[in-house]
């Protein structure tokens, strides 16, 4: 019977692997998840609703981080633009400014990323978490920039 945890021999039968490893591709409302790395569990209500909490906080925060590189981009620019002398200091690859933003980079990546997996879990609490972090960030961060600039920071959406 396919979907039935059937052996043979002590092997599994084709058509029951999805159904043995938990890989449900569906939105669900449990309070039972495995968030990111296998030690990262939430057994309860109150812990779902913890997780939920420092993922709206991260979606948030990335957000900000997002406007913090187009920020320093745009000070070093006009800074460069103000100092005629800057213009020979800019030539090369080492210079603080591009190690700071390959370094902030990276973070946005990695955090871009972890959000994208945990949207992954179909957990509708923790996406709700993402959605609406991600959503508030905008709100506290974007607010003074032109609305018809292009978000050069975006990766994942």
């Known amino acids: 019977m396919i979907g039935m945890h059937s052996m043979k021999n002590g092997t599994m039968q084709n058509g029951d692997m999805n159904m043995h490893m938990g890989m449900s591709m569906t939105f669900h409302t449990g309070y039972s998840e495995t968030i990111l790395f296998p030690g990262v569990k939430t057994r309860n209500t109150a812990e779902i609703i913890g997780a939920c909490v420092i993922v709206f906080c991260v979606a948030l925060l990335y957000e900000g981080l997002k406007v913090l590189r187009e920020e320093i981009i745009e000070r070093f620019q006009k800074k460069k633009k103000g100092d005629p002398d800057m213009g ?3 030539v090369g690859i080492f210079l603080w400014p591009h190690i700071l933003q390959t370094f902030m980079h990276i973070l946005q990546m990695v955090v871009s990323y972890f ?12 996406c709700l978490a993402v959605a609406l972090g991600a959503g508030a960030g905008y709100f506290a961060f974007r607010w003074k920039r032109p ?5 050069a920071t975006e990766h994942c959406h």
């Not at 959000?115 to 923790?126: A, G, H, Q, R, S």
């Open 88 to 90: 020979q200091q800019t």
């Open 147 to 151: 609305f018809n600039a292009l978000e």
């Open 115 to 126: 959000l994208m997996l945990i949207f992954m879990t179909y957990n509708v609490w923790l």
